[in-house]
């Protein structure tokens, strides 16, 4: 779809009425205009808000922001909110719209690869407590997501590789000839239109199968449990899908070290995130990332829940004791720091 079709899109589950568009900083200067116009020759009321581009934004404090604002509206039960923009955006109006009066429409409109490929979708929304990310969340499905690939042209680089590694992760929990397509690493960003279409028809799958995530979807965590304390040791400096890239990478090294899958299948993965440009050395102890991995939310009792890979294309979950889990990240370190990826 092309942004200027919004509004008769939306039109078609929602006839007439009030809307509140939120978005960021760097995507209202160049989309709101035409999202608002089309939504209004349409027929709809619409309310828009602006707030700071980062992870800062989704808090506590702005997400309050954001119901006072469809209060004062007022925004009614019939009326709804379009997230326009990355996932930040998408986490905090569709967090928004799941709480404002028990409940509202939310409309997806993703702007980065990684919202298009993985956070518009599945209907997980959340803001970060200063306590941690995601802390505080509801599941809400959006009524509609709409895609208009053309929007991710004006990305800077390091923001399309994020989402890259999510497309990377598809590959290798779902899609085997995915996996080999993105091997063509010029053709692959050529083509993001297909390979986004391909990646949500996966996470599609697994949430109709699994929509609050207590079973199969967890796979969609594949690199992420150690991917999330890379990104917390970091201080947030790293990248979601950076931080994802290097723990795909050195949770198959520990897969290999252990005998769960063929060292073929590290040499695959490791070689197409260095293809793509992923810095995937681990700066961090042992230490430092267990003690994270061991608050984390998805722990349950004295064991964690990790993604291990079977093969490109397959993997399954493994439960471990929490005591084997130093050990474990020991024997996949020589391999994480190995090509000249060494400790920074
Ligand atoms: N709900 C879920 O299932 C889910 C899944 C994965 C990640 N997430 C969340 O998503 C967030 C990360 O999302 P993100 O990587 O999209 O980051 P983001 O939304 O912060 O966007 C990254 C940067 O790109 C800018 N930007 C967005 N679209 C643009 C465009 N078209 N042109 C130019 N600049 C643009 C943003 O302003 C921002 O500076 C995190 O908060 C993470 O927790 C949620």
New binding site residues.
Partial sequence: MKLEEIGSRVKKIQDGGKLAVIT????GP??LLDCTKSLKEAGFQVYTFTVP???ES?SGRVYLEMLNKLAEIPLTRSDGVVAL???????LA?FTAATYLRGIRVIQV??????AV?????????I?LPEG??LA?AFHQPELVLQDAE??????KS?LL??MA?VIKYGMIADEKLFAELKDVEASWKNLENIVETCVSIKKKFVEEDEFDYGVRHLLNFGHTIGHAIEKCSDFRF???LSVAKGMNYITAIAVKKGWCEQSVFDELHAMLKEYGFDLSVPYDNDSLYDIMCSDKKREKNSIDLVIPERIGKCVRKTVPVEDLKELLEIGRPAVDREGNGAE
């Fill in positions: 960021d900083e760097n995507v160049r989309y581009a980062g992870e989704k923009g990355g996932g930040m955006v998408g986490d569709g993703p702007t980065t690869l990684l919202a993985d956070s518009s979708v599945g209907g997980k929304t959340a970060n990310k995601n969340g929007l991710l042209n004006s990305l800077p923001v994020d989402g999510e990248s979601h899908g």
